[in-house]
């Protein structure tokens, strides 16, 4: 990456997953030049590194793939990990994304920088300067952890490091979460373990992958107030699931959309045959012995840590690091009402597929970086003007999306309007630089 040393007419993505892939994908389309870095050394993101061998999609085929590039009529409604990162290397192929993307780099620090440039250092020592960044690191690779009082002797890794069933073949395992890597793992466990466990804190939705013989993500569903279909929901969970004293789960105190739903039901049956067992919240670990809330002690030899991952962005100065719980104050889902030329993109987690909605998105994004190249002051800004509100949550509605992608690009006129009134009040704007270079710390992270 030495022959670079300024790209200031080119974007930089960040990342090769699903979401970097879409984002170059439409930078290309649209011919504007960029460069694009990957940390590993594929195409795939989670999909390459972060799954296990048995892992399927959880919503369905036909709202993960981009909608301009069927997977294949073969594939089931659930494709397999090794099936996903098929799809996604074809797509890189078909699409003739590869050239352009630098395997095995990673991004150390981004720092804005006079005449509203972005200077990106990477690890290797290498500092370009970029017109613009889009940062597409994902969001299942900064990997969270509980803290308990006391010690544990045996092995632990968290869900994201967790591969294949040779970890935990013949153990005593407790895996600690109630979300869908959880019950995969408890699941996976029930089968191979000589005993599991599985704590759950709080009530969680469990769903069921399929209704009616139909991948439940996929299922067309006329429009109707959010009070009813959270009925009709609950209606439908009570006839698959029943009730959840049934299995020793905790109800569920939240409404159903508020939290990602587990969905699966595998689990339940291995409750029900008696290989998997249902305990609370851990209180503490005393070496080979777990204590949990309820005063129980059960001897372990592996602990799984299916806790989740943080929305996390190291490389970013402390004043543009913005995240509330697991979801980024951003306007438009992506950009600072103070900053230009940065898009974080690809951070909530909509109900559906990530590829039916972000293909569309990152084609919206593409055409509001050109209104950008058109006005001095943030599209955030911009939006935020035009009454755009911040996001609450990292959860949204698949459906909400997409009207609210299709309402934007109708508006991109009116967008580039309002933001040369904004630019006349202002008497021009610029991004404020800031001196020196925080490195981001490395240890136990995964760099992009």
């Known amino acids: 990456m030495t022959k670079y040393n300024t790209l200031d007419d080119h974007y930089l993505v960040i990342g090769a997953g699903p979401v970097g892939l879409a984002m170059a994908k439409s930078l290309k389309t649209a011919n504007l030049p960029y460069h694009q870095v990957e940390a590993d050394n594929d195409v795939g993101g989670n999909w390459y590194h972060g799954t296990y061998k048995s892992a399927h999609i959880l919503s369905a085929r036909k709202v993960m793939e981009y909608p301009d590039f069927p997977m294949p009529e073969d594939y089931p409604d659930f494709p397999s990990s090794s099936q996903m990162l098929t799809y996604y290397r074809a797509y890189t192929k078909e699409n003739k994304l590869r050239d352009d993307i630098q395997f095995e780099t990673k991004v150390v620090y981004i720092n804005p920088i006079e005449n509203d440039l972005w200077k990106v250092s990477f690890e290797n020592g290498d500092t370009i300067i970029y017109k613009g960044v889009m940062v597409c690191n994902g969001h299942h690779w900064s990997k969270r952890f509980p803290s308990y009082e006391g ?29 869908n890597s959880a019950f995969d793992i408890a699941s996976e466990c029930a089968r191979v373990s000589k005993k599991t466990y599985l704590s759950v804190r709080r009530g969680i939705w469990i769903f069921p992958k399929t209704f009616m013989g139909k991948p439940l993500a996929a299922l067309q569903v006329p429009k109707l107030p959010d009070w009813l279909q959270e009925g009709l929901v609950k209606a439908m969970l009570k006839l698959t699931i029943g009730s959840y004293k049934e299995y020793g789960l905790p109800k569920p105190t939240t409404k159903v959309f508020d939290r990602h739903p587990t969905v699966n039901t595998e689990t339940l049956m291995h409750v029900k045959h008696g ?68 898009y974080l993109v690809g951070w909530m987690q909509p109900r559906g597929g990530v590829g039916s909605l972000i293909a569309p998105y990152a084609e919206l994004l593409v055409n509001l970086a050109k209104v950008q190249d058109k006005i001095s002051c ?51 704007f610029a991004n404020k630089t800031l001196n020196g270079v925080e490195q981001a710390k490395m240890k136990d992270m995964q760099i992009f």
Not at 157 to 179: C, M, P, R, W
Not at 278 to 290: C, P
Not at 327 to 332: C, D, E, L
Not at 381 to 394: C, D, I, Q, S, W
């Open 275 to 342: 290989r998997i067992k249902i305990k609370g919240a851990v209180s503490k670990l005393q070496e080979s012995q777990v204590v949990f809330e309820d005063g129980s002690i059960e001897e372990i030899d592996t602990i799984v840590y299916a806790t989740g991952f943080d929305t996390s962005y190291p490389f970013l100065p402390k004043q543009m690091n913005r995240v509330e719980k697991n979801h980024v104050k951003v306007y438009g889902l992506s950009m600072y009402d103070d900053y230009k030329g940065i």
């Open 378 to 428: 943030p599209i955030g800004m911009v939006l935020r003007e035009m009454g755009e509100p911040l996001p609450t949550t990292h959860l949204m509605g698949g459906g909400v999306v997409l009207k609210w992608i299709t309402k934007m690009n109708k508006r991109i006129g009116k967008i580039e309007n309002k933001g040369k009134k904004i630019d006349l009040k202002l008497n021009g």
């Open 151 to 179: 010690t544990f002797k045996g092995e632990t890794f968290h869900s994201k490091d967790y591969k294949s069933t040779e970890q935990i073949k013949d153990k005593t395992v407790l895996v600690i979460g109630a979300g």
